[in-house]
């Protein structure tokens, strides 16, 4: 096997350890490092929850005979911190173990790292490799990337459709659309996701509790836009269970866990609220409507990934799903549902 080859071979394993950090190491992102010596694993680890160890520092801690380390590569799927955070930089504890060889994934877009980490270990004669699987490296970080280099959260737009293209009675009553497995699916993308949004029609109609009750995992902060807050205060969103911020017109303040921030600009309201989002560091965010404010998502161009549900149920009338001028990347059958994602690159 060629380097490159053995390279990837381990950098593949990064990419899978550094999943399980997905949705509880923000605002940090999830990396995955292991340690290999003489083609054996001798270390492995991913990202703590905020303010734990990170990857190479779980990593190297896992090794049980530590005077292999001067003579192993460390791999790791985004460049190595250089600054102090939450927990000294981890480029130091590499040259304080003495790691000749490192195989970073890709660089670090934050303003502090920034191939800072790399420069530091190739000053004290570590040998850096970089861009091995860039592609998919890139991909797994996209929340962390997009806010720093977008200085928006990631925006994931989500609804369910008929098959005919409806998304909601026009007698303003709720009706299920996506079968019960679809339905838990969603609640485990709230678990990996900062933030869920939802408007005021969405909010008084269904009176949803925008939480993960049906799967096992962290809540997301609640979202409501709701200019003239005409939503009842005896409904879910304010039962002061989660974190929840209610973007309107009207007043600021906070109360408990809801907060009340009250927006300036008459218009582009969205790009408003997605930057006092990304001031709040909140990398990740869910739009599950309704089919309006999503639609305006749309047409100002504002998202990067779009999850829709279409079931085999027919109406004979309704409102009408919000409309994608794309082709899905992906297809998949969750029973009678059929999944399609849409990237917006």
Known sequence: MTQDRTDEFYMNRCLQLAANGLGNTYPNPFVGSVIVHNQNIIGEGFTSFY????????????????ELLPSSTLYVTLEPCAHFGKTPPCSDLIIEHKIPRVVVGCLDPF??????????????????????LEKECLELNRRFFTIHQKKRPYVILKWAQTANGYFAPKNHTQQWISNRFSKQLVHWWRTQEQAILVGKNTAIVDNPQLNSRLVQGRNPIRVLIDYDLSTPTTHYLFDQTLPTI????????????????????????????LRILYQKNIQSIIIEGG???????IEQNLWDEARV???????????????LHKKPSKTQIIDNDFLRIYRND
């Open 246 to 273: 209610i973007f309107n017109k009207v007043k600021g303040g906070k109360n408990e866990l809801i907060e009340y921030i009250q927006l300036q600009s008459k218009e582009n309201n969205l790009e408003e609220i």
């Open 111 to 132: 303003a502090l790292v920034n191939g800072e980490g790399i420069n530091r270990m190739r000053t004290h004669g570590i040998e850096v490799s970089v861009g091995i």
């Open 51 to 66: 303010g734990g160890p990170h990857a190479e520092v779980n990593a190297i801690h896992s090794v049980e005979k530590k």
């Open 291 to 297: 089919s309006r404010t999503l639609q305006t998502f």
């Open 309 to 323: 549900f279409s079931s085999s149920t027919v109406w004979e009338d309704g409102i009408f799903a919000p409309h």
